[in-house]
């Protein structure tokens, strides 16, 4: 009878420890999926783009500019179709590559690009953008502009509390600042490049001016930068899609000095 009293304590204890252990394990397993259900959705919040990403857009934007109109035939007939080429010579990253999108896209949409950051930013955010706009009109030196940008930036930081608007407005005014060393002449600091493809256009055409296309760059970065939250790509953005808002604003500027 002892012996029997013994080996049920045992079995009793096995049976206590075995359900202990149970339990523990799905306590585990309950916090594990609890953690990793927590790190998934942190995975999809927006992140603010860094200054690393923001000159990676910026000096895409003008190694794509250089691209496009490095050995560009000014003579050509059909300008559209001669930036057309040029494109997919190049493998400049867009959106889409086919022949219908290219069509839509070769022109100068700064007025269309202007009106939808306008109605998909709150008042506050598209000030600031506003503000670089109003700052490219008149450039007289590449520093001072760049001082200024960057102070439009810092206080977007402090005042923006929506990321993917806080986005739009760094993206915008970064290519602003690299678009304006790309078409400014060496005179005022800027890298002369540019200078050279507006008189080459000059010769041939109208007189195209440097504000025209440097609002059409930044305000298309901004659009791309739209595009990218809208499609849901939260979280760290990819290399991929930040070399696309660089193609996507080197095409409007492109297009902004054609046509």
Request: glycine residues 6%.
């Amino acid at each position: 009878m002892k012996k029997l009293l013994i080996t049920l304590t045992i079995l009793t204890g096995i049976i206590v420890i075995f359900q202990s252990c149970k339990k523990e394990e799905d306590n585990y397993q309950t916090n594990f999926e609890k953690i990793q259900l927590k790190l998934v959705e942190n995975e999809k919040q927006p992140k603010i783009i860094n200054e690393d990403e923001l000159k990676y857009i910026g000096l895409n934007h003008n190694k794509n500019l250089n691209k496009i109109f490095k050995n560009f035939n000014w003579e050509a007939n059909d300008l559209k179709l001669e930036l057309k080429n040029k494109l997919k010579i190049e493998n400049i990253k867009l959106k889409d590559n086919s022949e219908k999108y290219l069509s839509l896209r070769c022109k100068n949409d700064y007025y269309e690009n202007y009106r939808k950051l306008k109605n998909n930013l709150s008042p506050k955010s598209f000030n600031i953008i506003k503000e670089g706009i109003m700052l490219s009109d008149n450039i007289n030196n590449i520093s001072s502009f760049n001082e200024q940008i960057e102070a439009l930036k810092i206080r977007a930081r402090n005042n923006i509390q929506d990321i993917n608007e806080l986005n739009v407005i760094l993206v915008t005014l970064e290519v602003l600042k690299s678009s304006a060393y790309f078409w400014s002449p060496k005179s005022i600091g800027g890298s002369g490049i540019g200078e050279g493809y507006i008189n080459s256009y000059k010769r041939h055409y109208r007189n195209a001016t440097i504000e025209d296309i440097l609002k059409a760059d930044g305000i298309s970065a901004g659009i791309g930068m739209l595009g990218i939250a809208a499609a849901g790509m939260m979280g760290p953005i990819g290399w991929g899609a930040l070399a696309i808002v660089a193609g996507e604003s080197a095409l409007s500027s492109a297009s902004a000095l054609i046509f």
